[in-house]
C-alpha cells in the first residue's frame, strides 16, 4: 500500500489513486528539511555503529577467552538494552543527560543508540566465535606477535562476517529508533523518523510515503546483504 501511494497524483492519501506521479519525490529532493534530519540520523548512525562495533566486539571476545564466576550474569546485563523497554531508557538518559548538557545534542543521542546497538555486535561475534580455533591465537603469540597484532592479523579477520552483521544491526537500530530520540533531540537535530512522526502529527503528506519507501528499499538492500554475509561465512 504504501509503495504505490507514494507515486499518488493527488494531494490526499486516497484509492483509487486519480494519477501516477513523482510529485512527492520530487518535493522531497527539493525540501531542505528532510535532507538535514536524513544527515542528522547518517551522522548519528554512523557514529552510534562505530563505537558499538568496537564495544560489541571487544566484549564477545573477552568473554569468549575468560572464564569465571559470574560469566552468564555479565553477559545478561551487557545485552539487557534489548530487553529494556526504549521508554525506560528514554527517561532514563535524558535525566542523566541533562547536567552534563548532553540533552539536546546528536553526541547524546550517538552515545545512547551505541548502547542499544551493542548488544547485536556482541551476540553476533559470540556466535562467530563458537567455531574459532584457539590454536591460531596461541600460534601466532608463540611466534612473538603481541596481543594486538594477532587480534588484527589473525582473530579480526575471520570475525569479521560476525562485525559486519552486528555493525549493520546495529546502524539499522539507530535509523530507524525514534523514542530516545523524542527525548534526547530538539527543532535543531531531528533525525529521519522524528521528522516523518512530526509530519504525521502536524500534516499527513504523501511525501511522508516517498521517504518510507526509500527507507524499505534501503532496509531490503541491508537485508540483503546479511545474508550475503551469512552464506560466506557457512561457507
Known sequence: VIVPLSFNAGSFLSFPMPGWSWRWYDELWHTAVWWDSFRHSLIVGVGATAIATVLGTTAAVGLSMATFRGKNLLMALLISPLIVPLIIVAAGTYFYFVPLG????????????????????????????????????????????????????????????????????????????????????????????????????????????AVATLLILFSVALLTTMELLRRRNVK
Not at 556466535?127 to 611466534?143: E, S
Request: hydrophobic share 55%; no cysteine; aromatic share 8%.
Open 102 to 209: 548532553l540533552a539536546n545534542s546528536l553526541l547524546g543521542l550517538t552515545l545512547v543508540h551505541a548502547a542499544l546497538g551493542a548488544p547485536f555486535v556482541l551476540i553476533t561475534v559470540s556466535a562467530t566465535l563458537v567455531g574459532f580455533d584457539r590454536n591460531l591465537v596461541r600460534a601466532g603469540a608463540g611466534l612473538g606477535a603481541p596481543p594486538l597484532t594477532v587480534f588484527f592479523k589473525i582473530t579480526m579477520p575471520l570475525i569479521a562476517p560476525g562485525m559486519i552483521a552486528g555493525a549493520l544491526f546495529a546502524f539499522i537500530t539507530s535509523f530507524d529508533e525514534l523514542v530516545v530520540a523524542m527525548f534526547l533531540t530538539g527543532p535543531g537535530q531531528r533525525t529521519l523518523p522524528r521528522q516523518m512522526f512530526d509530519g504525521i502529527r502536524e500534516n499527513l503528506s504523501p511525501t511522508i510515503l
